[in-house]
């Protein structure tokens, strides 16, 4: 509902009821917030390890980490929760930059 109209009369608020529908369907759809988090997470990864140096060769992409889709509400595995604990933001800035990348 947020309105918000330039002094030459053109609605800016669209571009906020946009971002806000498209929060609110990643919101709901828990597999595709569980995909962008883990997504979001391999950048920061990837973000760090370019920061100190190493290259993209490097990255450690050939660690074995459980698929996105192989996750389930109902799992209580410790790798499932530490994924998902890493995966969360833990400021808000992070997480307005997770969110930025989700959308």
């Given at each position: 509902?947020f ?69 389930n ?31």
């Amino acid at each position: 509902d947020f309105q918000y109209i330039d002094r030459d009369g053109k609605d800016q608020g669209v571009n906020v009821r946009e971002k806000v529908k498209q929060v609110m369907a990643l919101l709901k759809d828990e597999e595709r917030l569980r995909q962008e988090r883990t997504h979001a997470l391999k950048t920061k990864e990837r973000m760090a390890l370019e920061g100190t140096g190493i290259g993209s060769g490097q990255l450690g992409l050939g660690r074995s980490r459980g698929s996105p889709s192989s996750y389930n509400s109902s799992s209580s595995s410790p790798r499932y929760t530490s994924d998902l604990e890493q995966a969360r933001p833990q400021t808000s800035g992070e997480e307005e930059l997770q969110l930025q990348l989700a959308l």
